[in-house]
């Protein structure tokens, strides 16, 4: 066998394994996509017919737009938290040494070793304790707490990767120029490390906003996109939760194309 004939036959491997790949991840999705056009009420093979009316309906139900709402500020909370979070500890983890630097890394990694399922019901037993000392119920604060807990380690990870490519050389210039630390940090180490911080923002914000086990094991009685879906397809099935499933994953597919475009806008 000559060369030509084995470059063809790996170039068909990677290319038929990638496409598999592919498949594998999106049949599901757009499988999810095509029920939720379902003009029936149940979901059922073959279609009653094509309909856009359940995206209609999940316009006017009140329990799922309250979901749709609660994820939101769980989420949009609980990422602006954990990028604050996570940026400061990955420039103090990387740039600087101190005694315990090794134990710091650890620990602030260590969440990313948990399953979810066992880090929810941790943080469940933990928030029990704590309720009954100062009589408070799990809701929707405990949800946000639990999912900074979460997603802080994933920002600290990325943005750490930025940090290590950043060239200290740049801040040293500034100074040298009479730059305060403040605008040191302001006009030029927050700016080279913003596509990092930014990506990392976006990813924790989906991790977040998808997340079922931590959600159900610390929001209590309030309803998430997750739950809201589990609650029903529960009970039943209908295309409703199809077209919820939809709505949510299309803006995530935005923010990761729009991340990955300012990452190629800024290299």
């Known amino acids: 066998m000559n060369v030509r004939t084995q470059d063809t036959l790996i170039n068909i491997m990677l290319y038929g394994v990638m496409a598999a790949v592919l498949l594998f991840f999106y049949i599901p999705i757009f499988t999810l996509m095509a029920f939720s056009l379902q003009e029936g009420r149940y979901l059922t093979l073959p279609f009653d017919g094509i309909s856009l009316k359940w995206y209609g309906e999940l316009l006017n139900s009140g329990p799922a737009l309250t979901a749709l709402r609660n994820s939101t500020l769980i989420a949009a909370f609980a990422t602006v938290i954990a990028t604050a979070v996570g940026t400061t500890a990955a420039i103090v ?13 650890a620990l602030t990694g260590a969440p990313l070793a948990f399953p979810q399922l066992l880090l929810g019901i941790v943080l ?5 304790v704590l309720g009954r000392l100062f009589g408070f119920n799990t809701g929707l ?6 999912h900074i807990v979460y997603i802080t380690p994933f920002v600290m990870v990325i943005v750490a990767v930025q940090v290590h490519n950043f060239d200290p050389q740049l ?5 040298d120029c009479g730059a305060s630390t403040w ?9 080279l490390l913003w596509p990092g911080i930014f990506s990392a923002a976006i990813f924790a914000f989906l991790l977040s906003w998808g997340n079922f ?3 159900y094991s610390l929001a209590g009685s309030t309803r998430t996109v997750p739950t809201f879906i589990f609650s029903g397809i ?5 295309p409703l ?3 919820i499933a939809t709505v949510v994953f299309i803006p995530g597919l935005i923010l990761v194309a729009l991340a990955a475009r300012m990452r190629r806008a800024r290299a």
Do not use: C, M, N
């Not at 469940?124 to 029990?128: G, K, T």
């Not at 605008?183 to 700016?191: C, G, I, L």
């Open 183 to 191: 605008e040191v940090y302001r006009h030029v180490t927050v700016p």
């Open 241 to 243: 939760y199809p077209a």
């Open 93 to 105: 983890s990387v740039r600087y040494r101190f005694r315990g630097k090794a134990a710091f890394q």
């Open 141 to 146: 604060v405990t949800a946000i707490i639990g």
């Open 234 to 238: 529960a009970v039943g099935s209908s």
């Open 213 to 215: 086990y931590i959600t």
């Open 124 to 128: 469940l037993l933990w928030f029990s």
């Open 171 to 175: 801040e040293d210039a500034a100074r």
